[in-house]
């Protein structure tokens, strides 16, 4: 991310595009943020249990819990708007520095935690034993589909005067509205 300065007589198409602009975080950071969707992935996995009580990180959600309690449908639709919401969130905490960014893209990879629960559950409900393998290739596709819309939207909109941040309320408005309209 850059911040939005493009300058007034760009001498080459990289210039033209990024300007004289400084990037938003250090590498290091970057690397965080990129590994941020990873993190939040396993925490919206996290779940442990005792004979006395049940424990959670503060700030996850225990994945097995809620699919038992609410079912994989009320489930989705839950980390589908939570992803979404964060999504559109996200470039109004950038101002605030890396700290709310990071936190805000872990929020976004509880999305992802889901979505490999339910490839395993519509697998197990919906395909037999000699099709599971056709269904789990079909349903993974959503991974590289997600990646190469995501891509080329956030490629058009940084190229042009829109800016960056544009990517982000699209995408993340899709995502609200898609899992707004499911029932609970």
């Given at each position: 991310m850059?911040k939005d300065?493009?300058p007034s007589?760009p001498k080459?198409?990289?210039?033209?595009?990024?300007?004289?602009?400084?990037?938003?975080y250090?590498?290091?950071?970057?690397?965080?943020?990129?590994?941020?969707?990873?993190?939040?992935?396993i925490?919206g996995?996290?779940y442990?249990?005792?004979?006395f009580?049940?424990?959670?990180?503060?700030?996850?959600?225990p994945?097995p819990?809620?699919i038992n309690?609410?079912?994989?449908?009320?489930t989705?639709t839950?980390?589908?708007?939570?992803?979404?919401?964060s999504t559109?969130l996200?470039?109004f905490?950038?101002?605030?520095?890396?700290t709310f960014?990071f936190?805000?893209?872990?929020?976004?990879?509880f999305?992802?935690?889901i979505s490999?629960?339910s490839?395993g559950?519509?697998?197990?409900s919906?395909?037999?034993?000699k099709?599971s393998?056709?269904?789990i290739?079909i349903?993974?596709?959503?991974?590289q589909?997600?990646?190469?819309?995501?891509?080329?939207?956030?490629g058009e909109?940084?190229?042009n005067s829109y800016?960056?941040?544009?990517?982000?309320?699209v995408?993340?408005?899709g995502?609200?509205?898609d899992?707004r309209?499911?029932?609970f």
């Amino acid at each position: 991310m850059y911040k939005d300065a493009l300058p007034s007589n760009p001498k080459n198409s990289s210039e033209q595009i990024h300007g004289n602009s400084k990037l938003l975080y250090s590498v290091n950071q970057q690397s965080w943020l990129f590994s941020a969707i990873a993190i939040g992935n396993i925490l919206g996995n996290f779940y442990e249990f005792t004979s006395f009580f049940i424990t959670l990180i503060p700030g996850t959600l225990p994945l097995p819990y809620t699919i038992n309690s609410f079912g994989v449908q009320k489930t989705f639709t839950f980390y589908g708007f939570i992803s979404g919401i964060s999504t559109l969130l996200l470039p109004f905490f950038v101002p605030f520095g890396f700290t709310f960014v990071f936190l805000i893209r872990v929020i976004q990879g509880f999305g992802v935690a889901i979505s490999f629960t339910s490839l395993g559950a519509i697998v197990s409900s919906w395909s037999s034993i000699k099709e599971s393998g056709t269904y789990i290739a079909i349903l993974s596709c959503h991974f590289q589909t997600g990646a190469i819309l995501a891509m080329v939207l956030g490629g058009e909109f940084c190229s042009n005067s829109y800016g960056w941040s544009v990517a982000y309320y699209v995408l993340g408005k899709g995502f609200v509205r898609d899992f707004r309209d499911k029932s609970f």
